[in-house]
């Protein structure tokens, strides 16, 4: 597995974060009929909050991103990216490790989404979290603080 750091985010990195997005996005947007070139890199700038995100590098270069955005009952696992060619090195599963200490030591319930189909979700299995409600695009997961 290759060196990584994790760094906050900034607005400067909204472009390369929006574009890495659709990058990774593509194939399970469009298997489910949902692919739109512009829409999948406007979804994220209209959420982008660098406060809650952190970028994550490899070698000194961009190669994913992560957002961990506080909410009322839980915080939300959101914007989990990771450079094709670095996915199923162990990275994402270092940095999701990270943040999920974090969150149990706050006591804090953790919810996401993934899309339905997408190779993530065993990922996220892997790591406690647990099919809570799905739609046809959608399966919303839990993970309870350990």
């Not at 607005?11 to 390369?16: A, F, I, P």
């Not at 298997?31 to 209209?46: A, K, P, S």
Request: some cysteine; aromatic content about 8%; charged content about 30%.
């Amino acid at each position: 597995m290759a060196d990584w750091k994790i760094r906050p985010a900034s607005r400067d990195d909204v472009e390369v974060v929006a574009e890495l997005r659709a990058v990774v996005l593509r194939a399970d947007l469009e298997r489910l009929g949902r692919y739109d070139e512009q829409r999948v890199r406007q979804r994220l700038r209209d959420g982008f909050a660098p406060a809650h995100t952190w970028v994550i590098e490899v070698g000194g270069a961009f190669a994913g991103c992560v957002s961990l955005r506080p909410a009322e009952d839980a915080h939300w696992l959101e914007h989990f990216y990771l450079a094709p060619h670095l996915q199923g090195s162990g990275i994402g599963a270092d940095v999701l490790r990270r943040l999920l200490e974090r969150c149990d030591r706050e006591g804090s319930l953790v919810r996401l989404n993934v899309l339905q189909g997408s190779p993530a979700r065993r990922l996220y299995e892997r790591h406690g979290f647990t099919a809570e409600t799905e739609d046809p695009v959608d399966v919303f997961m839990v993970r309870e603080p350990r």
